[in-house]
């Protein structure tokens, strides 16, 4: 499949969109964790409450500024949900498994941006699905 230049050109302006309003939920979710990590919680579990809150936030986010709502809204919310909580168990694997490397564990702000940003790609292309009804 050949995608034009347009095409091309409104992916990258949408991921420039989907990442601006990510980055403000990513905020929270980071400035939570590293509150909780170690401190309060395990890394796993810092993981769940900062990531399921910067999920709520994503999602507001997402709905006004990003996609077009191309199906009914709770049906967009159940999808983007569901591909949170997937990408929420991917990510606390990630963190479990890196946080098996001694240095990850004492950096864990390293070890949150290589997890953020396998996910980023994961969870953009989903959530548009959500919406929008398509991937490309």
């Known amino acids: 499949m050949s995608l034009g230049k ?3 050109k409104k992916l990258f302006l949408l991921k420039v969109k989907f990442a601006s309003s990510s980055l403000v939920a990513t905020i929270a979710d980071y400035l939570i964790y590293l509150s ?15 990531a399921g809150t910067g999920m709520l936030i994503n999602f507001g986010l997402q709905k ?4 077009q709502l191309n199906r ?3 049906t967009a919310f ?3 949900v569901l591909t949170s909580i997937i990408g929420l168990v991917i990510g606390v694997g990630l963190i479990s498994l890196l946080n098996r490397h001694t240095w990850l564990h004492e950096h864990q702000i390293v070890t949150k941006l290589v997890v953020t940003g396998i996910i980023f790609f994961y969870n953009f292309y989903l959530k548009r699905f959500a919406f ?5």
């Open 78 to 80: 159940l999808i983007s």
């Open 64 to 67: 006004r500024y990003i996609f």
């Open 6 to 8: 347009n095409t091309i």
């Open 72 to 74: 009914k809204l709770k």
């Open 132 to 136: 929008e009804k398509k991937f490309l």
């Open 36 to 50: 909780l990590v170690n401190r309060v919680f395990i890394p796993e579990i810092s993981q769940v409450i900062s």
